[in-house]
Each structure stands twice: as C-alpha cells, then as structure tokens.
C-alpha cells in the first residue's frame, strides 16, 4: 500500500510542546524528537526497560501486570512533563484528566501490545507505534558481501 491510498491522521502538530512519550526500550531518534517525542526521566527509562524485558514465558496475569504498571508510568510520567512545562496544573488534572492531544510511542513483545493499548486507552492516553523505513545497503569487500541494515523514522501509525 501507498501512502497515497491513505493519507489520513498520520501528521504529527509540532506546534506542541512535546506530546508524545518514549515507552519503548529504545531511545528515540532525532527524527522523532523533532516530531513530538520525548524521553522518561532516567529512573522511570531503567524501569521501562525492565518491565518491557521477559526472561521468562509469560502468562495472561504476567502480562496483565506488566501492561498496567507501563500505563501507570506512562500517565505519571505524563503529569510531570506536563506540569513542568506549566501546561497542567495537579487540579486542572483531577478535574479533567490529561489533554487529548497525549499520545505514547510504544513497542516491544507483541504479546504485550494489546494489553497495553487498552490501558493507556483507559487512563486517556492515545498509543501511537513508530513507522520506520528499511533501507539494505550492501558492501563489497574482496570476496564477502556485508548488508546493513538502516532504518529510517518516517513517522507514526495512530490506532
């Protein structure tokens, strides 16, 4: 499919302060900064990171769990940001929530994807995934081919 076909919901209003929050394992690229995202403070990434790692396999309570403590972060990480910023104040958010125009990048064991959307979901915020382009180069060198693998940030997919 083109982008052509669809072409609809995908732009992201820079005009924002930042309004998308990193969930994922993975610091964000330059490119998604510059649309909108921004990183956890760095006790709550190390958390993120933990939560997001399975050593073992996981059941549906597992999962459950894990999905809800990610949300929570992500809802908290979001009043932070936003206070900081001066764009919320703690009564405005027990009034009213959070603005709707919070979104979360998440990714990671797909397993886990659904569960999570769902809470966010609940706690008001709009779960986005990052959409990247692959690019496959290959080297030459004497004998050997060496591919390499670049992927290019190309922006988000809302559900």
Known sequence: MSDEDYDEGNETDISLEPRILNLTQHDATED???QGVFEPRTEI????????TFETLPTTLMIDDVS?????????????????LNQL????YDENGLP???EVMIGGAPFLM??????????GLQPVYAFSKRVVKEV??????????????????RI
């Open 68 to 84: 809800s403590k990610l949300a929570t972060l992500a809802e908290d990480e979001f009043i932070d940001h936003l206070v900081n």
């Open 140 to 157: 030459k060198k004497g004998k050997s081919v060496k591919k390499i693998e670049e992927f290019t940030h190309e922006g988000f997919v």
């Open 114 to 123: 659904s569960s999570l959307e769902s809470d966010l979901l609940a706690r």
């Open 32 to 34: 998604q900064l510059a």
């Open 100 to 102: 709707s125009e919070c």
């Open 89 to 92: 104040s703690k009564d405005d």
């Open 45 to 52: 990434k190390e958390k993120i990171k933990t939560l997001l």
